[in-house]
Nanobody
């Protein structure tokens, strides 16, 4: 069974840092683009950052210069280093990955990890 499992969320003060991880497991042939999304109460889920299999990255304007996305293809794992956190970064952070299970790439979601930034 294929799973995406996020970890690393928690409670941090304004200006602090957290590092999120997203590990893909199961019978996976390959992984294409991986992305982090987030969702706050009452808001729609929004894209935070993405990273292609070759390493090219893109970021939402609201995290540029503060967050860094990376991946370890050997471990099927993606990371999000979050620095200079703000109260408005509080959200559930979700991992999304395009997984090839043998029949082409299909998007999969993780269960989410809560990030809370206190003032």
């Amino acid at each position: 069974q294929v799973q995406l499992v996020e970890s690393g969320g928690g409670l941090v003060q304004t200006g602090g840092s957290l590092r999120l991880s997203c590990a893909a497991s199961g019978s996976i042939f390959s992984i294409n683009t991986m992305r982090w999304y987030r969702q706050s109460p009452g808001k729609e889920r929004e894209l935070v950052a993405g990273i292609a299999s070759g390493g090219s990255t893109h970021y939402a304007d609201f995290v540029k210069g503060r967050f860094t996305i990376s991946r370890d293809n050997a471990k099927n794992t993606m990371y999000l280093q979050m620095n200079s956190l703000k109260v408005e970064d509080t959200a559930v952070y979700y991992c999304h990955a395009e997984l090839n299970l043998g029949r082409g790439f299909i998007g999969h979601w993780g269960q989410g990890t809560q990030v809370t930034v206190s003032s």
